[in-house]
């Protein structure tokens, strides 16, 4: 086919046929899904509700005024001290606030990496996180469920 036959195919063809339409993704990480400035982390770290920690991570969280939940990482070189170990553990924190967002309450939630946190596996690393998501998911179910009583008697 010669090119000006493959451009007359185009214009008879609907757009919608031509564009690639992309899958609609719950899983992305938009800007609006992150703590981006120091006035987003400034009322987790002054208004802490939920706090869950182990000797490597400490996860702070409070209510959001969003319909959805927000992450901020603290990830410092104190702490971590090459950048492409901080690199890769931001990658798994993020990674994993992507695939659990949705079951995740509406909070502000900040993650600061403490010593030694580096030098754990990715998978180490991973199922930590995982197990902080379904504690701080508890906690805030626990709250929530012990306001909704006190409002009701």
């Not at 006035?39 to 770290?45: E, G, H």
């Not at 931001?90 to 939630?109: A, C, G, M, V, Y």
């Not at 991973?126 to 929530?144: F, G, L, M, N, Y």
């Amino acid at each position: 086919m010669r090119s000006s036959q493959v451009n007359s195919l185009r214009l008879s063809l609907p757009s919608a046929v031509l564009k690639k339409e992309e899958p609609v993704s719950d899983f992305g990480f938009s800007k609006k899904l992150r703590l981006l400035g120091a006035a987003d982390f400034q009322p987790v770290f002054k208004n802490t509700r939920y706090k869950v920690s182990c000797q490597q991570l400490l996860v702070l969280a409070t209510d959001s005024g969003t319909p959805f939940p927000r992450l901020g990482l603290v990830i410092a070189k104190k702490n971590i001290a090459k950048a492409v170990q901080r690199n890769r553990v931001k990658r798994l924190l993020r990674e994993s606030f992507r695939h659990n967002q949705s079951l995740l309450p509406t909070l502000d939630i900040v993650i600061l990496a403490r010593g030694g946190l580096g030098a754990l596996s990715n998978e180490q690393i991973r199922r930590k996180i995982e197990r902080h998501w379904v504690d701080i998911t508890q906690k805030a179910r626990k709250k929530s469920d012990t306001r909704e009583t006190e409002n009701a008697g």
